[in-house]
Protein backbone atom coordinates (compact mmCIF):
# COMPACT_ATOMS: atom_id res chain seq x y z
CA UNK A 1 0.00 0.00 0.00
CA UNK A 2 0.83 3.97 -0.63
CA UNK A 3 1.91 5.66 1.99
CA UNK A 4 -1.80 7.43 3.44
CA UNK A 5 -3.68 5.44 1.55
CA UNK A 6 -6.62 3.63 3.20
CA UNK A 7 -6.43 -0.32 4.20
CA UNK A 8 -9.79 -1.54 3.40
CA UNK A 9 -10.28 -4.75 5.40
CA UNK A 10 -13.49 -7.41 5.17
CA UNK A 11 -13.42 -9.41 8.67
CA UNK A 12 -14.86 -13.25 8.00
CA UNK A 13 -16.56 -14.60 11.88
CA UNK A 14 -17.22 -10.96 12.50
CA UNK A 15 -19.53 -12.18 15.24
CA UNK A 16 -16.99 -14.27 16.92
CA UNK A 17 -15.47 -13.33 20.05
CA UNK A 18 -12.13 -12.61 17.75
CA UNK A 19 -14.41 -11.34 15.32
CA UNK A 20 -15.93 -8.68 17.27
CA UNK A 21 -12.78 -7.50 19.11
CA UNK A 22 -11.67 -6.85 15.62
CA UNK A 23 -14.88 -4.66 14.92
CA UNK A 24 -14.37 -2.66 17.90
CA UNK A 25 -10.51 -2.30 17.75
CA UNK A 26 -8.99 -2.41 14.46
CA UNK A 27 -11.52 -0.30 13.00
CA UNK A 28 -10.04 2.82 14.73
CA UNK A 29 -6.96 2.29 13.94
CA UNK A 30 -5.53 5.09 11.73
CA UNK A 31 -5.51 4.02 7.76
CA UNK A 32 -7.82 1.03 8.48
CA UNK A 33 -11.61 1.17 7.27
CA UNK A 34 -13.28 -2.10 7.92
CA UNK A 35 -15.87 -2.16 4.80
CA UNK A 36 -17.65 -6.13 5.49
CA UNK A 37 -18.52 -7.94 7.91
CA UNK A 38 -19.54 -12.02 6.94
CA UNK A 39 -20.33 -14.27 9.17
CA UNK A 40 -22.92 -17.61 9.66
CA UNK A 41 -24.94 -15.88 12.61
CA UNK A 42 -26.32 -12.70 13.22
CA UNK A 43 -26.75 -12.19 9.33
CA UNK A 44 -28.68 -8.76 8.83
CA UNK A 45 -27.48 -7.28 12.37
CA UNK A 46 -25.73 -4.15 12.47
CA UNK A 47 -22.41 -4.59 13.65
CA UNK A 48 -22.91 -1.87 16.60
CA UNK A 49 -25.62 -3.76 17.46
CA UNK A 50 -23.08 -6.80 18.85
CA UNK A 51 -19.67 -5.14 18.78
CA UNK A 52 -20.77 -1.81 20.40
CA UNK A 53 -20.77 1.46 18.87
CA UNK A 54 -17.00 1.84 18.04
CA UNK A 55 -17.75 -0.60 15.16
CA UNK A 56 -18.76 0.05 11.87
CA UNK A 57 -21.98 0.50 10.72
CA UNK A 58 -22.02 -2.34 8.35
CA UNK A 59 -24.84 -4.75 7.95
CA UNK A 60 -23.46 -8.75 8.59
CA UNK A 61 -23.67 -10.78 5.60
CA UNK A 62 -23.17 -14.65 4.91
CA UNK A 63 -21.90 -14.92 1.13
CA UNK A 64 -17.97 -14.00 1.41
CA UNK A 65 -17.40 -14.04 -2.48
CA UNK A 66 -20.42 -11.52 -2.73
CA UNK A 67 -19.20 -9.05 -0.35
CA UNK A 68 -15.86 -9.10 -1.95
CA UNK A 69 -17.51 -8.08 -5.05
CA UNK A 70 -19.06 -5.32 -3.72
CA UNK A 71 -16.32 -3.70 -1.84
CA UNK A 72 -12.54 -2.90 -2.71
CA UNK A 73 -11.21 -4.91 0.30
CA UNK A 74 -7.39 -5.15 0.17
CA UNK A 75 -6.88 -7.36 3.07
CA UNK A 76 -9.12 -10.31 4.59
CA UNK A 77 -9.07 -10.80 8.11
CA UNK A 78 -10.07 -14.27 8.92
CA UNK A 79 -11.18 -15.53 12.87
CA UNK A 80 -14.17 -17.87 11.72
CA UNK A 81 -13.80 -21.92 11.78
CA UNK A 82 -10.62 -23.88 10.49
CA UNK A 83 -12.85 -25.44 8.01
CA UNK A 84 -13.64 -22.92 6.18
CA UNK A 85 -10.32 -21.33 6.27
CA UNK A 86 -9.16 -22.80 2.58
CA UNK A 87 -12.61 -21.92 0.77
CA UNK A 88 -12.15 -18.03 2.25
CA UNK A 89 -8.34 -17.84 1.59
CA UNK A 90 -9.47 -18.89 -2.39
CA UNK A 91 -12.38 -16.78 -2.48
CA UNK A 92 -9.91 -13.85 -1.61
CA UNK A 93 -6.71 -14.15 -3.72
CA UNK A 94 -8.82 -14.97 -6.45
CA UNK A 95 -9.81 -10.56 -6.02
CA UNK A 96 -6.77 -9.80 -5.21
CA UNK A 97 -7.41 -9.80 -1.21
CA UNK A 98 -4.61 -10.83 0.87
CA UNK A 99 -5.47 -13.30 3.99
CA UNK A 100 -4.29 -12.72 7.41
CA UNK A 101 -5.87 -15.78 9.30
CA UNK A 102 -5.71 -16.03 12.74
CA UNK A 103 -8.67 -19.03 12.74
CA UNK A 104 -6.87 -22.09 14.75
CA UNK A 105 -6.24 -25.79 14.06
CA UNK A 106 -5.20 -25.49 10.43
CA UNK A 107 -3.02 -28.16 9.70
CA UNK A 108 -0.01 -28.60 7.31
CA UNK A 109 -2.15 -29.75 4.61
CA UNK A 110 -4.61 -26.35 4.50
CA UNK A 111 -1.15 -24.59 4.99
CA UNK A 112 0.70 -25.85 1.98
CA UNK A 113 -2.86 -25.22 -0.43
CA UNK A 114 -2.94 -21.53 1.10
CA UNK A 115 0.82 -21.28 0.02
CA UNK A 116 0.66 -22.58 -3.27
CA UNK A 117 -2.74 -20.12 -3.67
CA UNK A 118 -0.85 -17.60 -2.67
CA UNK A 119 1.99 -17.99 -5.12
CA UNK A 120 -0.39 -18.60 -8.17
CA UNK A 121 -2.28 -15.52 -7.45
CA UNK A 122 1.00 -13.80 -6.35
CA UNK A 123 -0.93 -12.52 -3.89
CA UNK A 124 0.71 -12.04 -0.20
CA UNK A 125 -1.26 -13.59 3.19
CA UNK A 126 -0.23 -14.58 6.48
CA UNK A 127 -0.81 -17.16 9.18
CA UNK A 128 -0.68 -16.16 12.94
CA UNK A 129 -1.32 -18.55 15.48
CA UNK A 130 -1.18 -16.01 18.05
CA UNK A 131 -1.08 -12.23 17.28
CA UNK A 132 -0.46 -10.83 20.97
CA UNK A 133 2.91 -8.66 20.55
CA UNK A 134 4.48 -11.21 24.10
CA UNK A 135 3.29 -14.38 22.63
CA UNK A 136 5.44 -13.77 19.47
CA UNK A 137 8.66 -12.53 22.15
CA UNK A 138 7.58 -15.89 24.32
CA UNK A 139 8.19 -18.05 21.13
CA UNK A 140 11.62 -16.39 20.21
CA UNK A 141 12.99 -16.28 23.67
CA UNK A 142 11.54 -20.18 23.59
CA UNK A 143 14.23 -19.75 20.19
CA UNK A 144 17.55 -18.84 22.06
CA UNK A 145 16.53 -21.13 24.71
CA UNK A 146 16.10 -24.18 23.00
CA UNK A 147 20.39 -24.47 21.90
CA UNK A 148 21.36 -24.43 24.90
CA UNK A 149 18.46 -26.48 27.01
CA UNK A 150 16.88 -29.27 24.42
CA UNK A 151 15.03 -30.62 27.14
CA UNK A 152 11.58 -28.62 27.09
CA UNK A 153 7.61 -29.26 27.86
CA UNK A 154 4.75 -27.41 27.00
CA UNK A 155 1.54 -26.04 29.19
CA UNK A 156 -1.10 -24.29 27.26
CA UNK A 157 -4.25 -23.15 28.81
CA UNK A 158 -7.00 -21.78 27.08
CA UNK A 159 -10.95 -21.30 27.77
CA UNK A 160 -13.21 -24.19 27.67
CA UNK A 161 -14.67 -23.36 23.98
CA UNK A 162 -11.65 -24.19 22.47
CA UNK A 163 -11.97 -26.94 20.14
CA UNK A 164 -8.40 -27.65 19.08
CA UNK A 165 -5.71 -29.41 20.85
CA UNK A 166 -2.74 -28.05 21.55
CA UNK A 167 -3.29 -24.85 20.59
CA UNK A 168 -1.65 -23.40 17.23
CA UNK A 169 0.95 -21.68 19.29
CA UNK A 170 2.23 -24.56 21.16
CA UNK A 171 2.51 -26.65 17.85
CA UNK A 172 4.39 -23.64 16.43
CA UNK A 173 6.56 -23.32 19.67
CA UNK A 174 7.38 -26.52 18.95
CA UNK A 175 8.44 -26.47 15.82
CA UNK A 176 10.51 -23.37 16.42
CA UNK A 177 11.98 -25.24 19.36
CA UNK A 178 12.63 -28.02 17.22
CA UNK A 179 14.15 -26.06 14.53
CA UNK A 180 16.54 -24.24 17.00
CA UNK A 181 17.89 -27.71 18.93
CA UNK A 182 21.50 -28.48 18.42
CA UNK A 183 22.03 -31.08 20.69
CA UNK A 184 19.47 -34.34 21.20
CA UNK A 185 17.33 -34.40 24.24
CA UNK A 186 18.29 -36.90 27.24
CA UNK A 187 17.12 -40.19 27.27
CA UNK A 188 14.21 -40.57 29.50
CA UNK A 189 13.30 -43.91 30.90
CA UNK A 190 10.85 -46.14 30.03
CA UNK A 191 7.72 -44.72 31.13
CA UNK A 192 4.43 -45.91 33.02
CA UNK A 193 1.68 -44.69 32.19
CA UNK A 194 -0.59 -45.13 34.93
CA UNK A 195 -3.77 -42.83 32.97
CA UNK A 196 -3.47 -42.25 29.54
CA UNK A 197 -2.41 -39.00 28.32
CA UNK A 198 -0.89 -38.11 31.94
CA UNK A 199 1.99 -37.07 30.02
CA UNK A 200 0.55 -35.24 27.35
CA UNK A 201 1.20 -35.51 23.54
CA UNK A 202 4.36 -35.56 21.46
CA UNK A 203 5.26 -33.49 18.78
CA UNK A 204 8.53 -32.63 17.01
CA UNK A 205 9.93 -34.15 20.33
CA UNK A 206 8.59 -31.81 22.71
CA UNK A 207 5.88 -32.92 24.99
CA UNK A 208 2.84 -30.86 25.15
CA UNK A 209 -0.24 -30.63 27.51
CA UNK A 210 -3.01 -29.10 27.20
CA UNK A 211 -5.97 -27.17 29.60
CA UNK A 212 -9.23 -26.25 28.74
CA UNK A 213 -11.01 -24.36 31.63
CA UNK A 214 -13.52 -21.39 32.35
CA UNK A 215 -11.86 -18.36 33.15
CA UNK A 216 -8.73 -18.58 30.52
CA UNK A 217 -7.92 -16.55 27.83
CA UNK A 218 -5.24 -17.92 26.19
CA UNK A 219 -1.98 -18.85 28.13
CA UNK A 220 1.08 -20.71 27.65
CA UNK A 221 4.19 -21.73 29.79
CA UNK A 222 7.47 -23.32 28.15
CA UNK A 223 9.66 -25.03 30.60
CA UNK A 224 13.18 -25.93 29.91
CA UNK A 225 14.82 -27.99 32.41
CA UNK A 226 19.05 -29.22 32.70
CA UNK A 227 21.31 -30.51 35.50
CA UNK A 228 20.52 -28.28 38.30
CA UNK A 229 18.27 -25.33 36.87
CA UNK A 230 14.85 -24.91 35.19
CA UNK A 231 13.97 -22.08 33.08
CA UNK A 232 10.24 -21.15 32.76
CA UNK A 233 8.75 -18.90 30.31
CA UNK A 234 5.59 -17.60 29.84
CA UNK A 235 3.10 -15.70 28.25
CA UNK A 236 -0.39 -14.96 29.51
CA UNK A 237 -3.22 -13.05 27.67
CA UNK A 238 -6.29 -11.90 30.30
CA UNK A 239 -8.30 -9.95 27.35
CA UNK A 240 -8.61 -10.70 23.72
CA UNK A 241 -7.84 -6.84 23.25
CA UNK A 242 -4.03 -7.69 23.51
CA UNK A 243 -4.61 -9.59 20.04
CA UNK A 244 -5.74 -6.14 18.22
CA UNK A 245 -1.90 -4.71 17.79
CA UNK A 246 -0.64 -7.45 16.09
CA UNK A 247 -4.26 -7.97 14.17
CA UNK A 248 -3.64 -3.78 13.42
CA UNK A 249 0.34 -4.84 12.31
CA UNK A 250 -0.64 -7.85 10.00
CA UNK A 251 -3.38 -5.80 8.13
CA UNK A 252 -1.36 -3.07 7.39
CA UNK A 253 1.94 -5.33 6.90
CA UNK A 254 0.84 -7.86 5.00
CA UNK A 255 1.00 -6.42 1.29
CA UNK A 256 4.33 -5.93 1.93
CA UNK A 257 5.52 -9.75 2.68
CA UNK A 258 6.92 -11.96 -0.26
CA UNK A 259 4.58 -14.97 -0.75
CA UNK A 260 2.44 -16.62 2.34
CA UNK A 261 4.12 -16.62 5.81
CA UNK A 262 3.53 -18.14 9.27
CA UNK A 263 3.91 -16.10 12.51
CA UNK A 264 3.96 -12.65 13.29
CA UNK A 265 7.42 -12.59 13.90
CA UNK A 266 8.04 -12.78 9.81
CA UNK A 267 6.47 -8.91 10.50
CA UNK A 268 8.20 -8.24 13.67
CA UNK A 269 11.40 -9.13 13.36
CA UNK A 270 12.27 -8.58 9.42
Known sequence: MSEGSVIRVAVVGAAGRMGSEVLR??????GVEIVAAIDRSMVGANCREFAGGRAPD???????????DNVQADVLVDFS???GVPQHADSALRRGVSPVIGATGLGDTELREIKLRCKEEGVPGIYVPNFAIGAVLMMRFAEL?????PDCEIIELHHEKKEDAPSGTAMRTAEIISEARTDGTSRKPRPAIKVEGARGGTYKDVNIHSIRLPGYVAHQEVIFGRQGEVLSIRHDSMDRVS???????????????????VGLDKILFR
Open 243 to 261: FMPGVAIAVKNVKGLDGFV
Open 145 to 149: AARWM
Open 25 to 30: TVSQEP
Open 81 to 83: HAS
Open 58 to 68: LVVVDKLGAAL
